[in-house]
């Protein structure tokens, strides 16, 4: 097992910070190069590093393809990365892939999108407090805007109680452990640290694709020589590849969509059948009890369950249905091979979430009986999804496009995700989408014209590069 190198990995990539509950994304550009490499170099010690246990603030950078070429990164650097890089979310083959169609069409999105400003830099602040944060974010800001750095967009997170997202179900709970740190988990929940981290071998035993430099451009020798790639430097060691997607969650259509379809007769809701639908959809319930574990009702013994698969005691999927959000992004062992071939490909399309949600609750409790009282609502609310992974097309591209938004997932005939599933598609004017729960009969239980309920808002991709690879960068 080859031992990580975390003094040279930035610091949210081993760790989710959740010591530090508030936090701030800054969308960057960069005006003038020259100086965002002095600060990059006049500031490494700010950049949180792997083995660094913050309890105030933390910082991590992150560039998309466009910012690195805009610090100057040579073209031959540049084509060693991955086509995703390059390629990002907003081109045409990249819509059909993601599903980013209708209200999650990148024309229409805040940022990242087809007529926004171009997005160089990802500056992630995380502090132990709203004060603590407040403070480290306007200090950055001023530091940053005075080194070349321009802010396109500041993007607020919200501390949800109980660890919740929107829609009012615990979240974060299924999170694959790094081979090669500390934490003992089981063999099917531990993963190669390549498939997170480059330069390290993944679940194929093999290194993945990263950026690599000559040599000769290295002239402060600060780069480690490739073991994948002899002769070359390797720029991606101790880096990896950032997926970010702002969704924009509608709770009150999710809501009214559980009540509408469960009520027994015309204005009387069913309170317990309408959360029992909600959970089918998620896979888990409310407490974060998962429904394979706790099909009939919630258990908040078991909030936090994680070491579970659904071969055995649910391979029909009449406890969580194959449709269900958590089954859809992590199939686990009940894929329709082998035991250990499903636990082993499920393995290879893992992703180490960090994200945050933003925006407030639409009622403080979160409870649906209260959501479905609200007249109006205020704002928006949602989910900055953050993951990391080695191989973007892979990992992230593969859960959406062949899991996500697969109509044909597990042998379903037309069902999409119907949590976050894009029922949107050119040449299909159906704009809602079927879920079915299978029943002891062998027939199913269907709900028609299931809505969007999540629209992307923003999304890139970017490269958090090793503490070494930063000092490279500056120096170019």
């Known amino acids: 097992m080859e031992n990580l190198e975390t003094q040279d990995i930035q610091g949210i990539i081993i760790k989710g910070y959740s010591n530090l509950p508030a936090a701030d994304f800054l969308l960057l550009g960069i005006k003038d190069a020259v100086a965002v490499k002095k600060w990059i170099k006049n500031n490494i010690a700010t950049i949180t590093f792997g083995t660094d246990k913050p309890q105030e603030t933390a910082m991590n950078l992150a560039f998309t393809f466009e910012g690195l070429k805009a610090l100057g990164l040579d073209a031959a650097t540049l084509d060693s990365f991955p086509m995703e890089m390059e390629d990002g979310m907003l081109t045409r083959h990249k819509q059909d892939y993601l599903g980013d169609y209708g209200t999650s069409d990148p024309a229409g999105w805040d940022w990242g999108g087809k007529k926004t400003a171009p ?101 402060e020798n600060l780069l480690s020589f490739s073991t994948a790639q002899p002769g070359l430097k390797d720029l991606g060691r101790n880096g990896s590849f950032l997926v970010f997607r702002q969704y924009k969650q509608d709770v009150v259509k999710f809501w009214k969509y559980m009540d509408e379809a469960t009520r027994l007769e015309k204005e009387k809701c069913n309170e317990e059948e ?27 013994t078991k909030s936090n369950v994680d070491h579970f698969g659904y071969r055995h005691s649910d391979g029909e999927g009449l406890k969580c249905p194959y449709a269900s959000h958590i089954r859809r992004t992590n199939p686990r062992d009940g894929q329709d091979m082998s035991e250990h071939a499903s636990n082993e490909i499920s393995k290879k399309h893992r992703i180490l979430r960090r994200g945050r949600s933003y925006g407030t609750p639409v009622t403080n409790s979160m409870k649906p009986e209260d959501i479905l009282k609200v007249s109006s609502v205020e704002g928006e609310r949602g989910l900055h999804f953050i993951c990391f992974n080695a191989d973007i097309g892979r990992q ?73 690879a930063l000092k490279y960068l500056a120096s170019v």
Do not use: C
Not at 171 to 195: F, Y
Not at 278 to 292: D, E, I, Q, Y
Not at 440 to 451: A, C, F, H, K
């Open 396 to 468: 992230f591209e593969f859960i959406q496009n062949a899991w996500v938004n697969n109509p044909k997932f597990e042998g379903l005939y037309d069902e999409r995700d119907p949590v976050t599933g894009n029922h949107s598609h050119p040449g299909n004017t159906k704009m809602t989408g079927t879920f079915s729960v299978p029943k002891e009969s062998g027939l199913r239980e269907r709900y028609t014209d299931v809505p969007e309920f999540v629209n992307v808002k923003g999304g890139a991709y970017f490269f958090m590069p090793g503490i070494k």
């Open 274 to 300: 309408m959360i029992k639908l909600a959970s089918k959809m998620v896979g888990r319930w409310p407490s974060g009890a998962p429904l394979a574990v706790s099909p009939e009702k919630d258990d908040t």
């Open 119 to 219: 997005v160089h830099v990802l500056a992630m602040l995380y502090g132990a407090s709203e004060d603590i944060m407040n403070a480290w974010y306007a200090k950055q800001k001023a530091q940053l805007e005075a080194n070349g750095f321009s802010e396109i967009k500041k993007l607020d997170t919200t501390v949800l109680p109980e660890r919740k997202e929107h829609f009012g179900f615990q979240d974060g709970i299924a999170q694959p452990t790094i081979k090669g740190l500390d934490r003992k988990d089981s063999p099917q929940n531990t993963v190669a640290a390549g498939e997170f981290i480059l330069g390290y071998k993944n679940e194929y035993d093999q290194y993945p694709i990263a950026p690599v430099v000559n040599p000769n451009l290295d002239k």
